[in-house]
């Protein structure tokens, strides 16, 4: 018997690989030039390609801005994990709210005098200090509702308690939007089948926040094992000792 040990670092950036083929990502397109005189054949006959072209190019735009998210619970898993996660991937995130039953700090009722006030909307106005953790363009919201009916909300991180969670997601996949659920997913294993079926049939991303699983350390071990360079592994002890580092024992045969 042998054990291996392994101190290694993380690698936060490497939060969604290039592998991940649930990922909500789409890849920045190379369009190549295309004849302006080409033409194809559709069901409504001889069509200008150049006329399919610009209708792709369009939605491809639209694909390759930043997913419009909202965050649903702002208690350790929402205001700790979630929001710091968002906002550190700008080019890919963009969060539009933050929704909880209490206001966050830097936020008061719009007719309440509010030092250092920068920005209103219809409720409350907003600080300096709510910007400077949520990000210039996030609003908060007390009616989760509000978020279900936005129609350019994309995407739902629900970070809940998880007694909670089967029914906002089921809400928000029903209303069309992708879901990523912080885990544990639902209290119970049919809550987690039901919602894997309805995101299939919606068409949508039903995700579970098993974070670790991309991080580089994990992604090495994974490969070393599929390569079986270690042999048949008996088993798996996994501590974390630090913000950037993880202990790994594994006992083998070998």
């Known amino acids: 018997m042998t054990v291996h040990s392994a101190t290694v670092q993380h690698d936060i950036h490497n939060v969604i690989p290039e592998t991940a083929s649930t990922s909500f990502v789409a890849a920045e397109p190379k369009p190549s030039p295309l004849p302006q005189e080409i033409t194809t054949t559709t069901t409504k006959g001889i069509v200008p390609l150049s006329t399919i072209t610009s209708k792709i190019q369009t939605r491809t735009e639209k694909a390759t801005k930043p997913i419009r998210a909202a965050i649903v619970g702002l208690g350790i898993a929402g205001a700790g994990f979630h929001v710091p996660l968002i906002s550190s991937l700008s080019e890919l995130f963009t969060l539009l709210y933050v929704v909880d039953s209490s206001p966050p700090s830097g936020i008061t009722p719009i007719n309440a005098r509010t030092e250092g006030e920068v920005t209103r909307d219809d409720e409350f106005s907003y600080t300096r200090e709510f910007h400077d953790r949520f990000g210039e363009s996030t609003r908060y919201l007390k009616d989760y509702e509000q978020v279900l009916k936005d129609e350019e909300i994309e995407l739902v991180v629900i970070a809940t308690p998880t007694a909670t969670h089967y029914d906002f997601a089921r809400s928000a996949l029903l209303a069309g939007k992708h879901v990523l659920l912080d885990k544990p997913v639902t209290v119970t294993y049919d809550e987690a089948r039901r919602l894997g079926e309805l995101a299939k049939e919606q068409s949508r991303v039903l995700y579970a926040f098993q974070n670790r699983r991309w991080d580089s350390d994990y992604l ?17 002890v996994s501590q974390y000792v630090a913000p950037s580092l993880s202990l790994v024992l594994l006992t083998s045969k070998i």
């Open 220 to 236: 090495t071990l994974l490969k070393t094992l599929r390569e079986g360079t270690l042999g048949p592994i008996t088993d798996f």
